[in-house]
């Protein structure tokens, strides 16, 4: 916390300079040229792209480049099961849905099991119930059982561990501390567990034997992890995967670190009921408007740090006149905290209703999506 | 090296003295009492347990009173498949096939593969290579394959690596610098290894959800492992394995650090031929004699520190009076140290052309023995 913020897979605190973030983890801005070339395939810009809520990139270039040559790439992303799935979670497997249907690609989908046992206080079989109800979450996003494949680290261990250690005898101990600050007390499943994380940008290339450019998009603290694993890849012969990194999703309370079901933190989850969702953007989204109506009626309200404009911008007013007029009108006064925050209590209980009904209709599909080596 | 000899897993070195092994270790020593345990179910003493060869304990006494009650044991024992199978190797097997025999037990034979590739400089190719090879000298020791099940960590990690994670997360960085000397330069893969081989002891338990009691007959290089495991395993709900520790096989050249495979150090392996048992016994079997033949009538020889003798004594001589005659022979001049190594070369290559014999039938019985989860 030296610098004001940190951002590791395993700590997301403090006010996050992105600026500073890009420079640091040595990422490359999302700019207009790359932006144009993903809209030249898509037919479309998603709003989280042109928002800079997608906002950095590796080799994004490279990748895209390869896609106009005929060579397609694979997506892959994950979760990590430790307990209800938030926001935040349900915003990146949107952004990357919609990855693959514009780009109609292969989607690799990592439910890193063991990484949560190993890191987290949860017993072996708590983690396995997570497991299978975030499983009905992504799958209620209505992705294509035919284009994806679900890995669960500890049920697909046949397949992936024999990559893995390919992988972790070329990262040293220093590399992993100097990466996520492990000390001699951590427990040696969390060191080894960065090399299982990386297995799926590799895996479709090793079962087809072809090296597949792979795209991975993801919260850009789980960035350390392939920072690390890109070096090794190219020594084994692969590729390095490109990665879209996007910024966190905000807790209700304020825009300093991110929305994590782990840290006893107040969170919008996607089984919440409308009136638990209403309890709680009302009692705790932090608001950037003044204190009487009247001071806000007089001097307007602060867009930029009001978590609930923040949550329309970066998930649920996807159309850019909509939110600059709510945007403009929090702004001046003329919307109130009150209404803002009912506008966003509609989206997320129209969003959660259609995802709550997709998810009990998940249950049936789970084995279409596990994928049979 | 400070104590003038080193046991760890990754490195044997020095003249070990086992009786400060013994109390280093913290094991027990096979005392009569157990012998005599031993020979009550065995109906008779392998020699290796009557010569000391077979020297230390771990709760050998509580997996023989479950084994009087009727709880029977499996035994564990396994191969760190990287070069030729060399005559250490076989010897602790022998003994783990008498073992089997006496006690009619089931035999868990652990190929680790994923370690020889995360800790020797050689690709993965090289160690499936080795693998296969190691798995037709297991073959060839005449098991039984309704009894025994091989276990490869990487092909059988599908069931593996759930169980590693378990122990994993009960053991830090720092109990495993302190066990192997390892630092901060180590890779990733080699510090969670422990890990891997802990699984064996515990497999068939979880498999027949049911605490089975185990007994590992191992090299004594190889219990350091097992110590941190067996703080880990009742921790998940398991009994501490039993285990029997064998002394280090000694190298050609002399009876300090043990014979392997990976020091480009002078071996005998179990597919050298006559001529070559011959050769390198005669020219590097450390000798106990005198420098002339003369003088070694007149002061005799020094069995104790004489490889050829000890070979005989630890593996190819079972005779107890045909040893001591050997011995007292040796001693006295009798016997010249040419006669003594024609002795020994006489003896392995007749097991070792029964062996060749063997390994050659095995080609078409490895898949009888691959566990089948």
Not at 49 to 66: I, S, T
Not at 260 to 273: E, G, H, L, Y
Request: proline fraction near 5%.
């Amino acid at each position: 916390m030296k610098k004001g913020f940190n951002v590791t897979p395993y700590e997301v605190e403090g006010n996050i300079d992105y600026g500073k973030l890009i420079r640091e983890f040595g990422l490359e801005k999302i700019n207009e040229n790359v932006l144009k070339k993903i809209e030249r395939h898509a037919g479309e810009l998603h709003f989280m792209l042109r928002r800079g809520v997608v906002f950095a990139h590796r080799d994004l270039n490279w990748v895209l480049n390869e896609y106009e040559k005929g060579n397609k790439f694979f997506l892959y992303t994950g979760c990590g099961p430790s307990g209800p799935i938030h926001l935040g979670n349900l915003q990146m497997w949107v952004f990357t849905k919609w990855l693959q249907d514009k780009f109609n690609v292969d989607l690799w989908f990592q439910f890193t099991d063991d990484e949560k046992f190993l890191f987290k206080n949860k017993s072996y079989e708590e983690i396995q119930k997570w497991t299978y109800e975030n499983i009905l979450d992504v799958i209620a996003l209505g992705l294509d059982s035919k284009k994806t494949h679900f890995l669960i680290d500890t049920k697909h261990a046949g397949i992936m561990y024999p990559e893995a250690v390919k992988i972790a005898k070329k990262i040293t101990f220093s590399t992993i501390k100097a990466s996520f600050g492990f000390t001699d007390s951590n427990n040696i499943g969390s060191i080894f567990y960065t090399s299982m994380q990386a297995v799926p940008a590799i895996l479709p290339s090793v079962l087809k034997k072809k090296n597949i450019p792979c795209l991975i998009p993801l919260g850009v603290d789980q960035d350390p992890h392939f920072r690390i694993a890109r070096d090794v890849y190219p020594k084994l012969g692969f590729h390095k995967p490109a990665i879209m990194h996007k910024i966190m999703f905000p807790p209700l309370k304020g825009i300093g670190g991110a929305m994590s079901s782990s840290k006893n933190a107040v969170i919008i989850t996607s089984t919440d009921s409308p009136r638990e969702v209403e309890h709680k953007i009302k009692k705790y989204a932090f608001s950037g408007g003044q204190k009487t109506t009247l001071e806000h009626r007089k001097k307007g309200g602060n867009p930029d740090v009001d978590v609930s404009y923040q949550y329309l911008k970066m998930f649920f007013e996807p159309d850019d006149k909509k939110l600059q007029q709510i945007h403009d009108d929090y702004k001046s006064g003329r919307l109130l905290t009150g209404e803002l925050k009912e506008i966003l209590i509609e989206k997320i209980n129209a969003f959660l209703k259609e995802h709550q009904r997709k998810r009990e209709l998940a249950k049936n599909k789970i084995d279409d999506f596990l994928f049979k080596p």
